[in-house]
T-cell receptor
């Protein structure tokens, strides 16, 4: 079992739709949870990160973490064609030293927002 | 533009050969991470260096090695290449290694094709 599992999709939605992207993880030591966006033929870029359980909102994006169920979600409101990309969830243990900063990624979900 | 540069952008080589991928981190960043992205495995952590020293190892094959130089640029050496090594190789950098969380900034990647 991979430490971070993500539904690969692909996901195709009309412009303006609410998008829900989800991951599960198995390592209880994970404390930091991130969502990266990767456009075709580009490097991943950080969208948001969350520490422990809770919600975090940034504009049209909301990240949710439920540590009790080991569930990570990203919601995109009023989706736009420019949101079309692969979305990657990632987790890390955090804390200084050793391998605590290494990111463990899900495989990514390809999202297409149709005009 | 993340500020992380990687060269070359594309590399085509034959099985059994050796290649070197180069990464320059963002100005001031001391940590460098290498990741491999393939269709079947997704984005996987290979190795981390901090200020010239190896900090953490992930799923890095013995045929692969890396180093970080005094000017903080890093090189990933891949030898005895196999078809299965064809992938995107990303470098990421982050400022420090002594805080709970470090945002990693990814470069544009090097696409390696082994024929």
């Amino acid at each position: 079992q991979k430490e971070v599992e993500q539904d690969p999709g692909p996901l195709s939605v009309p412009e303006g739709a609410i998008v829900s992207l989800n991951c599960t993880y198995s390592n209880s030591a994970f404390q930091y949870f991130m969502w990266y966006r990767q456009y075709s033929r580009k490097g991943p870029e950080l969208l948001m990160y969350t520490y422990s359980s809770g919600n975090k909102e940034d504009g049209r994006f909301t990240a949710q973490v439920d540590k009790s169920s080991k569930y990570i979600s990203l919601f995109i409101r009023d989706s736009q064609p420019s949101d079309s990309a692969t979305y990657l969830c990632a987790s890390s243990r955090g804390g200084s030293g050793g391998s605590n900063y290494k990111l463990t990624f899900g495989k990514g979900t390809l999202l297409t927002v149709n005009p | 533009d993340s500020g992380v540069t990687q060269t070359p952008k594309h590399l085509i080589t034959a099985t059994g050969q050796r290649v070197t991928l180069r990464c320059s981190p963002r100005s001031g960043d001391l940590s460098v991470y290498w990741y491999q992205q393939s269709l079947d495995q997704g984005l996987q952590f290979l190795i981390q260096y901090y200020n010239g020293e190896e900090r953490a190892k992930g799923n890095i094959l013995e045929r692969f090695s890396a180093q970080q130089f005094p000017d903080l640029h890093s090189e990933l050496n891949l030898s005895s290449l196999e078809l299965g090594d064809s992938a995107l190789y990303f470098c990421a950098s982050s400022p420090r290694a002594d805080s709970s969380y470090n945002e990693q900034f990814f470069g544009p990647g090097t696409r390696l094709t082994v024929l």
